[in-house]
């Protein structure tokens, strides 16, 4: 299964990039050589890594998201860019700010990278959207978050249907954007890529956020014709 990025900056070169996933888990390779200095996994580790040097001796995110961290190096957040990206059986086309495609891109990346806290975002892969607001990425969260309670009651476990754990989850990803973010400071590029992170990051917390305070009416709104299920 691959997944193709295409940049089109109003200044300079255009930019190609395909993530090749394996069709049975949706995990991504990764890139071959020397990994960066920066991507050890002690450096700006995340305080909840369950990741030991010993067996992991870079962070799985960093190794991945490397090449495209140089690739954005002088790229600047609020350049627009026509961003085209292909998956399989529709394409998507839109000009937006660089810092909107990178996200994209980045969210990508990561959530296939083997990280194992944001592994719990790797089935939202299979319907991979590149430009969603924050309102659609919420509604494919819940979505899956609630399919994978139900594979969890099939396997004998206990389903969460509180959305609890998906809080959580949301939570420590979190965590990881924060840390990712402080990996990018120090490093000579322009602030596209820290600002893609910055963006993945307000997903996440506003995802958590609707779901603590339980402001979900919106959506309920939509579920009305289930109603009489519940009586």
Known sequence: MELSYRFVPEKGPAKDFTVKLDP???ESAAPAGEPADWTRLEHQQCESCPLKKESSPHCPVAVRMAPLV???KDSVSYEEADITVSAPGRVYTKRVPMQIGVSGLFGLVMATSGCPILDKMRPMVFTHLPFP??????YRAMSMYLLGQFFVGKKGGKPDWSLDGLAEIFA????VNQSLAERLRPLSVRDASVNAVINLDCFATFTKSAIDKSSLAWLERLFKPYWDLAK
């Open 24 to 26: 049975q888990t949706l």
């Open 70 to 72: 140089d690739a954005f």
């Open 172 to 175: 420590r990803i979190g965590k």
């Open 133 to 138: 607001s924050l309102q659609e990425t919420m």
